[in-house]
């Protein structure tokens, strides 16, 4: 790719703000938009009120924004498989895995059988995901 | 060691840019490599050329294309976020019909793929941000 | 791998030092500049949460972010590394991955 020359780095984006009221989680989506086309390990790390970004029916009519909750959804077609949502953060907040979307992959490799590509994870599994990347991006 | 830098505020309502100015300057002075500055979000903001801070006051823009001049430094400011703020050279002014271009000596207007790139080619990323 | 994690809000502000603590691995670094630098002092209802962690991380503040705001040196936490600009350049080079807990 692009300059690249076949360095794969693992690059993990961390998200800990809610949509809307802040840019950040739709030019962290832009960005993770275009990190796709690279070919590197991509991680996306939802925690704090990140989580909020991945909740099912938003819907943005009334504030006038433009709603880009069903990008997460695709994010499987942009070959992005492994979206980490932090347990404790849904627990702290009082939502469960039912209220957020579902993301899914097909798998090349298992004849595109649909897979799970969010992952629920506890605090000290999430400790080592991000100690183990090698370029951090924070939105 | 080579470092990117990501600036993802503005100048003066948050240190970031002020703070990634004296890393960058410390990183210099140690020898060290600055491959690229991008600048994202409400980062694209110090890339505006017609700031005119107080007299008594630091001006962020114009050390930034002084840095940039004297060391060479790639100062890029991410595309779809500067057209959502009003930052265009004189290219993007013309593709988009607008009468004015505002974007400071040293800076590129160039696409998230250098974000993306700086990370790959970097030994270190260093965002400075709210 | 070893990561440097910095963290630039006031602990009264934000939550970010407190996700930092919850998740950065034992044995990171963590630098505390711009309003972060607020966490580093003595007696604040944050103090004892920073002693305590300083069992598990190296702690750094930036000295010139103490000044700027007049918080005194002599009133951070005991422990806490006092570095410059040059300090938090060495920090990123000492580390593998720097991760700005913004």
């Known amino acids: 790719m692009e300059n690249g020359e076949g360095v794969v780095k693992r690059f993990c984006y961390i998200n800990r703000k809610a949509p809307y009221g802040t840019i950040y989680a739709l030019e962290s989506l832009e960005v993770v938009l275009i990190a796709a086309a690279f070919d590197q390990d991509i991680s996306l790390v939802f925690v704090d009120d990140g989580v909020y970004q991945l909740t099912k029916g938003q819907d943005t009519e009334s504030i006038g924004m433009k709603n880009f909750s069903k990008t997460y959804t695709a994010l499987g077609d942009y070959d992005i498989k492994k979206v980490y949502v932090e347990k404790e953060s849904l627990e702290e907040r009082g939502l469960t895995a039912d209220d957020l979307q579902a993301l899914k992959y097909e798998d090349e490799d298992d004849d595109w059988a649909e897979k799970d590509s969010l992952f629920l994870v506890g605090r000290s599994e999430l400790t080592e995901i991000i100690n183990e990347q090698d370029v951090i991006l924070s939105f | ?130 | 791998m070893s990561v440097l994690h910095t963290v630039n809000k006031s602990p009264f502000e934000r939550n970010a030092l407190e996700s930092c603590l919850r998740l950065a691995k034992a044995g990171s670094s963590i630098l505390l500049f711009e309003d972060g630098v607020i966490a580093a002092m003595q007696n604040t209802k944050f103090s004892e949460r920073i002693a305590q962690a300083m069992h598990d991380f190296s702690f750094y503040v930036m000295g010139p972010d103490v000044k700027a705001r007049g918080l005194g040196e002599d009133k951070l936490i005991n422990g806490i590394q006092v570095v410059d600009y040059n300090g938090f350049v060495d920090l990123a080079t000492e580390h593998d991955a720097v991760q700005s807990w913004l």
């Not at chain 2, 991008?38 to 002084?66: A, I």
């Not at chain 2, 930052?87 to 000596?105: C, Q, S, V, Y």
């Open chain 2, 1 to 130: 060691m080579k470092f990117g830098i990501v600036i993802n505020e503005g100048p003066y309502t948050h240190q970031s840019s002020d703070s990634a100015l004296q890393f960058v300057k410390a990183a210099i002075e140690k020898g060290h490599d600055i491959f690229r500055v991008f600048f994202y979000h409400d980062g694209v903001n110090n890339g505006t050329r017609l700031g005119v801070p107080p007299q008594d006051d630091r001006n962020l823009t114009k050390e930034w294309s002084e840095l940039a001049e004297k060391h060479g430094l790639d100062l890029v400011v991410c595309v779809a976020a500067a057209q959502r703020r009003g930052i265009l050279d004189e290219d993007e002014m013309g593709r988009h019909g607008k009468n004015a271009h505002n974007l400071a000596p040293g800076f590129r207007i160039s696409g998230l793929g250098q974000l993306i790139e700086a990370g790959i080619q970097t030994d270190r990323l260093v965002t400075f941000g709210d």
